[in-house]
């Protein structure tokens, strides 16, 4: 079987990069993760990755003259990785037009809310200062608009009576955990909807 070999951008610890890793592990898995790259030094995900046998690389998007030159660098790291698809798993960075068209129909995002609700940042607490009753987190194909691109798959989670934003997030990520990797194997293995084929989603609810 011949593996979608695909990259992780991150910025931080890299949990979900590490929940794709192990998946990957599985020689059936439909991805091989083939790259990690951060754009911050030091981010905690490095050592994750490398102590894993990943190849990594750190492409500080400081002091490189603008957003869209980090990106070529970017690309251009994936390309010589022969990178075929792209994971963002907590990478924070905006992406310019330039990027976004390069991997159209090839880059997805986790985000941990159940879009379109609480796109951006300090997404829990917005849900908790809603009053929703539901959490949750978000596979979706990266489009030039942040956290709207098409869904590949969602997982909800409970609000519970007592929670802040820590704990909701705590929880949010254990399903993180569990979706990414089932939304990578989906969209590798061909069994979801390319952006713009019409149809809608794998839904993947993990057990609560
Ligand atoms: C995750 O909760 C991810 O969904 C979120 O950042 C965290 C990264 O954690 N991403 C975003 O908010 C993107 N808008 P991780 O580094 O441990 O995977």
Not at 14 to 19: D, L, P, R, T, V
Not at 104 to 114: Q, T, V
Request: with cysteine; hydrophobic share 50%.
């Amino acid at each position: 079987m011949k593996r979608v070999r695909t990259a992780v951008l991150i910025s931080g610890r890299g949990s979900n990069m590490k929940a794709l890793l192990d998946a990957a592990k599985d020689p059936a898995y439909p991805a091989e993760i083939v790259l990690v790259v951060a754009n911050v030094p030091g981010a905690g995900g490095l050592d994750i990755a490398r102590a894993a046998g990943i190849d990594t690389a750190t492409i500080d998007h400081r002091g490189k003259g603008g957003r869209e030159a980090f990106e070529r660098e970017l690309h251009a790291r994936l390309l010589e990785a022969g990178t075929e698809l792209v994971c963002l798993a907590g990478f924070m960075r905006l992406l310019t037009p330039f990027f976004v068209d390069a991997w159209a129909g090839k880059m997805l995002n986790i985000h941990p809310s159940l879009l379109p609700a609480f796109p951006g940042l300090d997404t829990h607490q917005r849900a908790l200062d809603a009053g929703v009753k539901f959490g949750g987190c978000t596979v979706h194909f990266v489009t030039s608009e942040m956290d709207v691109g098409p869904i590949v798959a969602q997982a909800a989670v409970p609000i519970l009576p007592g929670d802040d934003a820590p704990t909701l997030a705590a929880r949010v990520l254990i399903a993180e955990h569990k979706l990414y990797p089932a939304a990578l194997a989906a969209v590798a293995s061909g069994k979801a909807p390319q952006p713009g084929a019409g149809a809608l989603p794998t839904v993947y609810n993990p057990p609560l």
